[in-house]
């Protein structure tokens, strides 16, 4: 079976549109290949981030990690961190390990290997580069109104009526 196909467009235009600010990151350099601590079979490290300039209303923040490239209809959530206080504007490297290595309020959503953690890069082998997505969704609301028991898509839905504004950067992986 072959796994040729079209590369998948950039998810985050086709969403309803929100302001932008930054976000950047020890870790993940925009557009190039992720470092090994950010792959499956090197740590399942989440990357630092920082980001700043959310949009005035600004609550909460939402973190995410997708890879759209994966040869699903679905894509593939690596991660999803729901409710950071309004106050905290980074991340530091090794901070989706667990619920318990995330600020105070913050939880984590399964991911789609089935763990409330970080999941590193891990395309099938031979398969075209994949994209993975590092999000900063700010948030007018203080609690995004879900628990840790939703998939991601179900933060993701929630996500289009209550974002106010997305910071984005993205590495690449392929074995």
């Known amino acids: 079976m072959s796994l040729e196909r ?7 235009p086709l969403l309803p549109a929100a302001a932008s600010f930054s976000v950047t990151s020890d870790d993940v350099t925009d557009g190039a290949p992720l470092k090994d601590d950010q792959v499956n079979a090197h740590g399942d490290t989440s990357p630092q981030l920082s980001w700043s300039g959310a ?3 600004t609550r909460s923040y939402v973190v995410t990690c997708y890879d759209p490239d994966a040869p699903i209809v ?6 999803t961190v729901v409710d950071i206080p309004a106050d905290v504007t980074s991340l530091d490297a090794g901070a989706g390990a667990s619920d318990d290595t995330l600020p ?5 959503v399964r991911n789609d290997g089935g763990g409330k953690n970080f999941m590193g890069a891990a395309p099938p082998e031979g398969d075209q580069p994949h994209r993975y997505f590092f999000v900063v969704h700010a948030v007018g609301e203080e609690k995004l109104g879900v628990d840790g028991d939703v998939s991601p898509a179900v933060v993701g839905f929630n996500l289009a009526f209550k974002t106010l504004g997305r910071a984005i950067v993205h590495g690449t992986y392929q074995h």
């Open 6 to 12: 079209p590369v998948t467009p950039d998810p985050y």
């Open 55 to 57: 949009p005035e209303g």
């Open 74 to 79: 679905s894509g593939f959530w690596h991660w």
């Open 104 to 108: 105070e309020g913050a939880f984590h």
